[in-house]
T-cell receptor, first 112, second 114 residues
């Protein structure tokens, strides 16, 4: 069985400071991992995905994530937060098939 | 290229009624997955359809059923609605292929059961 833990339900940062959203996963398979973002009243947008190639994955809008197998982690980072980054972020694990398992989400607030 | 669309945007139903939600997949995608997102939670997988056949199901009762049509659009039907069915229902389309495929999500249908 697969599962995802997002260690913080809410993260608050000041504009221009770094962002770190933490994700740990559990999977019996060699997992595929994703980060999705959900703005209020909007659908989910893919930020980036890990597919067993490079462990450091670059996504859209300056986000990146590093896959660490020994720590079963896939934390999302961004060097400098922008007001438009305020949203809900979901870490997702997949066994490569139809089974997408979402974490509970982390709400990111960006203060001016 | 047209993205994933869902209808209706919002819906209010009474407990015990039945509801049908619709989804049009992104051009070129033959797989549709449905998710339920309760308020403040992550999406939960309901089921997936691939080439008009159910291709996996999450932990949802049989009163949640679906269809996929030859043009790959899909319907989610929920019978005997309960108050706990109130949620955002998300549809995602994808095309399985070699390697990993990502899912592309629609904006969702907000269902309120009173």
């Amino acid at each position: 069985a697969q599962s995802v833990t997002q260690l913080d339900s809410h993260v608050s940062v000041s504009e221009g400071t770094p962002v770190l959203l933490r994700c740990n996963y559990s999977s019996s398979y060699s997992p595929s991992l994703f980060w999705y973002v959900q703005h209020p009243n909007k659908g989910l947008q893919l930020l980036l995905k890990y597919t067993s190639a490079a462990t450091l994955v670059k996504g859209i809008n300056g986000f990146e994530a590093e896959f660490k197998k020994s720590e079963t982690s896939f934390h999302l980072t961004k060097p400098s937060a922008h007001m438009s980054d305020a949203a809900e972020y979901f870490c997702v694990v997949s066994d490569g098939g139809q089974n997408f398992v979402f974490g509970p989400g982390t709400r990111l607030s960006v203060l001016p | 290229e047209t993205g994933v669309t869902q209808s209706p945007t919002h819906l209010i139903k009474t407990r015990g009624q039945q509801v049908t939600l619709r989804c049009s997949s992104q051009s070129g995608h033959n797989t549709v997955s449905w998710y339920q997102q309760a308020l403040g939670q992550g999406p939960q997988f309901i089921f997936q359809y691939y080439r008009e056949e159910e291709n996996g199901r999450g932990n949802f009762p049989p009163r949640f059923s679906g269809l996929q049509f030859p043009n790959y659009s899909s319907e989610l039907n929920v019978n005997a609605l309960e108050l706990d069915d109130s949620a955002l229902y998300l549809c995602a389309s994808s095309t399985p292929g070699q390697g990993v495929y990502e899912q592309y999500f629609g904006p969702g249908t907000r269902l309120t059961v009173t």
